[in-house]
């Protein structure tokens, strides 16, 4: 599982960091983004296989870049909400997420 990417972009660091280690104590190879910024600066040299994407970032539009990575058509995208909101889960699926964690 060592050669599958995946991106967390996640504005809280102590859930960034939990998610992240539990993923590379699975075996995978984790890229770690804190913003959109870091997301996008990380995006321009990797593809990842997954997205795992905050849905509330304090520096961009996380639908905005949900689209752009749904355009590329190369990684898989999951958002995470701490909020249960109907409006916001089918805005992120529309947006292109391949799913909805909230």
């Known amino acids: 599982m060592g050669s599958v ?3 967390i972009i996640q504005g809280n660091p102590h859930l960034r960091s939990l998610l992240g280690w539990h993923l590379q104590q699975a075996g995978y190879c984790i890229q770690l983004a ?3 910024q870091q997301a996008k ?3 321009s040299g990797r ?3 997954l997205v795992i994407l905050d849905s509330d970032l304090s520096d961009g539009d996380s639908l905005e870049l949900c ?5 590329q058509r190369q990684a898989l995208i999951l ?3 701490g909020r ?7 805005a992120g699926l529309q947006a292109g997420a391949d799913d909805y964690l909230s």
């Open 67 to 71: 689209g752009w990575l749904y355009q």
């Open 34 to 36: 804190a913003n959109l």
């Open 41 to 43: 600066a990380i995006l």
């Open 79 to 81: 958002m995470l909400s």
């Open 84 to 90: 249960t909101n109907q409006s916001e889960i089918v």
């Open 5 to 7: 990417q995946i991106l």
């Open 47 to 49: 593809q990842p296989s």
